[in-house]
């Protein structure tokens, strides 16, 4: 089968292929919005499931699409990516000094079936100074990351204290799941 990576991120592309996997990258826009009454956990995999559903027309009967979402949950609200350098600011301190939850929601499919999943990641970052978040910010743009950082990034480094779970899915694609999903689709 032909792996199809329906997304634009460039960590997800990198985690694929360091996976050892060849891959072609598709992608369509999708509407991002979900039900208000949806539980926060869950909205990962039903806007993974959303962008499965907008590729699903592209496929070929030998390919398998590969589709994935992340949100940072704290304090029971969502983080998505931030729409500018304040909202950037805005969410570094929600998290400063705090835990969150990352999930990462993947849909697997082809044409005649699919499959969707998550992973859960515990995050603590220690308290974060005004300059910390205002150099970060500044220096490495986070505008496409929910929660406003990357865990492979400066703010990972010098940030995060304590980790529990998957750390390639606070980066977006949760490489061991995965790799268990695409094995029993081979």
Same mark, same amino acid.
């Given at each position: 089968?032909?792996?199809?990576? /329906?997304?634009? $991120?460039?960590?997800? !592309?990198?985690? *694929?292929?360091?996976?050892?996997?060849?891959? %072609? +990258?598709?992608?369509?826009?999708?509407?991002?919005?979900?039900?208000?009454?949806?539980?926060?956990?869950?909205?990962? /995999?039903?806007? $993974?499931?959303?962008? !499965?559903?907008? *590729?699903?027309?592209?496929?070929?009967?030998? %390919? +398998?699409?590969?589709?994935?979402?992340?949100?940072?949950?704290?304090?029971?609200?969502?983080?998505?990516?931030?729409?500018?350098?304040?909202?950037?600011?805005?969410?570094?301190?929600?998290?400063?000094?705090?835990?969150?939850?990352? +999930?990462?929601?993947?849909?697997?499919?082809?044409?005649?079936?699919?499959?969707?999943?998550?992973?859960?990641?515990?995050?603590?970052?220690?308290?974060?100074?005004?300059?910390?978040?205002?150099?970060?910010?500044?220096?490495?743009?986070?505008?496409?990351?929910?929660?406003?950082?990357?865990?492979?990034?400066?703010?990972?480094?010098?940030?995060?204290?304590?980790?529990?779970?998957?750390?390639?899915?606070?980066?977006?694609?949760?490489?061991?799941?995965?790799?268990?999903?695409?094995?029993?689709?081979?």
């Amino acid at each position: 089968m032909k792996i199809i990576l /329906g997304s634009a $991120s460039p960590r997800r !592309a990198e985690l *694929l292929g360091q996976m050892g996997r060849t891959f %072609e +990258i598709r992608v369509a826009n999708t509407n991002e919005h979900f039900p208000e009454s949806l539980a926060a956990e869950e909205v990962a /995999g039903f806007i $993974s499931k959303q962008k !499965a559903t907008a *590729l699903l027309p592209s496929l070929h009967s030998n %390919e +398998i699409l590969i589709c994935a979402d992340t949100v940072v949950i704290v304090d029971g609200n969502i983080l998505g990516k931030p729409l500018n350098s304040w909202d950037a600011q805005q969410m570094l301190q929600r998290l400063s000094g705090k835990k969150h939850k990352v +999930i990462t929601g993947v849909t697997v499919a082809t044409l005649f079936k699919s499959s969707t999943f998550s992973e859960t990641t515990l995050v603590e970052f220690a308290p974060l100074s005004e300059s910390e978040i205002h150099f970060y910010i500044e220096r490495y743009q986070p505008f496409d990351k929910a929660g406003a950082y990357g865990i492979q990034e400066w703010m990972g480094m010098i940030g995060i204290t304590t980790i529990q779970g998957s750390y390639t899915n606070v980066m977006g694609l949760p490489t061991q799941k995965l790799y268990q999903e695409l094995k029993k689709w081979e």
